[in-house]
């Protein structure tokens, strides 16, 4: 049994998204283990001045018009995290102020605030942040669940669902609460697509993770929260567990604001102090759930950093990317990613790197090609890396004492 100190405990797992929009993480788990792909042309908003018209949607009609996008995706993959934890309904915990929270977000309630500027435009300093503050997602869900600890946002670009867990496994690791509620959301909406598009950093068809011939990633729609626990606190009232939150890291590169450090040198120095936060060495992981967005320097930067921090098991250690199946959630793609290593912890089984079509040298990986594959998992790293050079890594365990 891998040995962790002050184990911080999952038993609560919340994942909506283009394959899962009514926040069940099991159709979630199966549609991704069976390759499914939410990848289509944009329906939310008309994508016809562009080159890429291809993202990873949620149905807009079954939001409803006037309703939030994140909002509705952050207050549903939340009610499902705390209801498959065994909460019930407007109480988060037996002791509520000893109960946290942490939304980890990009845009926030982005629509909400262009709906605001578009109908204030005349009204003097009319700014979005009066329609819809970063904070509001973090406030709403706080006041629905009754949680009266610590409320925080994070906002570290597309490491900030990451971050999320980490900061609130740490705050119950350091006895401040007895649980917790972390993840993230965004939603897809045109004026963080114009920008991407501007970047050129967008596929015009499908993602494909550290294939040779990959184009670019596809923006998406998501939303994940996990419920993370004190072991005592979990065992004294019967919670099960997915596994452990067992070490979390997160470093910068200081290099540039969009484009990440060649070497990986940030993302592989988070997998290093993540690995001793854990009090694990590198050999102790068994998979990687890859940030992986299909992007030609992204996908280099990540496999140099992984060599670099797990040294040279060549191709023995399987890592793969769930992006070219949901597209980039931003703020919740550290969230989603790490309910998928628990979910394969859980299974036996790896999730697939779709699409991929040619071995590219650069990345020299095991990436799980286009198929799910059953393997023993105890200890799982998931990475990610964002804009302004911001990296982290979570190590999600499976066998906690």
């Not at 040995?3 to 038993?11: E, I």
């Not at 509001?136 to 869900?141: I, S």
């Not at 250690?317 to 793609?333: C, D, M």
Request: charged letters at 20%.
């Amino acid at each position: 049994m891998i040995q962790v100190n002050a184990p911080v405990l999952v038993t609560g797992i919340g994942v909506v998204s283009p394959l899962s929009p009514d926040g069940d993480r099991e159709r979630f788990w199966s549609s991704l283990c069976a390759g499914a792909c939410a990848v289509r042309e944009i329906r939310s908003f008309d994508a016809s001045p562009y080159s890429s018209r291809v993202a990873a949607e949620i149905d807009r009609s079954a939001i409803g018009d006037g309703t939030d996008p994140a909002r509705w995706m952050a207050e549903l993959a939340f009610r499902q995290a705390l209801a498959d934890a065994g909460f019930s309904p407007g109480k988060a915990a037996e002791c509520s102020a000893r109960t946290g929270l942490v939304v980890g977000t990009v845009l926030g309630g982005i629509h909400s605030g262009l709906r605001h500027l578009a109908g204030n435009g005349s009204e003097q300093g009319a700014s979005p942040l009066k329609g819809y503050p970063l904070r509001a997602v973090a406030d709403g869900l706080a006041r629905e669940a009754g949680i009266e600890g610590p409320v925080l946002t994070v906002s570290t670009a597309c490491a900030s669902g990451s971050d999320a867990i980490g900061i609130a496994a740490r705050w119950i690791a350091r006895g401040e609460v007895d649980a917790a509620v972390a993840g993230g959301v965004d939603a897809l909406c045109e004026f963080s697509f114009s920008g991407f598009h501007a970047l050129k950093a967008l596929t015009q068809d499908l993602v494909r993770p550290f294939s040779r011939n990959r184009t670019g990633l596809a923006l998406g729609d998501g939303a994940a929260f996990l419920v993370l626990e004190r072991a005592a606190f979990a065992r004294a009232r019967g919670a099960r567990s997915y596994g452990a939150v067992a070490g979390y890291a997160a470093l910068a590169d200081a290099v540039h604001l969009t484009a990440p450090d060649r070497e990986g040198r940030g993302l592989s120095g988070s997998i290093t102090a993540c690995l001793r936060d854990a009090g694990l060495p590198p050999d102790a992981v068994d998979y990687v759930n890859a940030h992986g967005t299909g992007t030609l320097y992204n996908d280099w930067m990540e496999c140099k950093a992984i060599e670099r921090a797990i040294g040279g098991r060549g191709r023995a250690l399987p890592v793969s990317s769930i992006k070219g199946a949901i597209g980039h959630t931003f703020g919740a793609a550290g969230a989603i990613e790490a309910a998928a290593c628990l979910l394969a912890i859980r299974d036996g089984l790896l999730p697939p790197t779709l699409h991929h079509d040619e071995e590219d040298p650069g990345c020299d990986i095991d990436c799980v090609p286009d198929k799910a594959r059953p393997a023993k998992v105890r200890a799982a790293l998931s990475l990610s890396a964002g804009f302004g050079g911001q990296n982290a890594a979570l190590l999600l365990l499976g066998d906690a004492p």
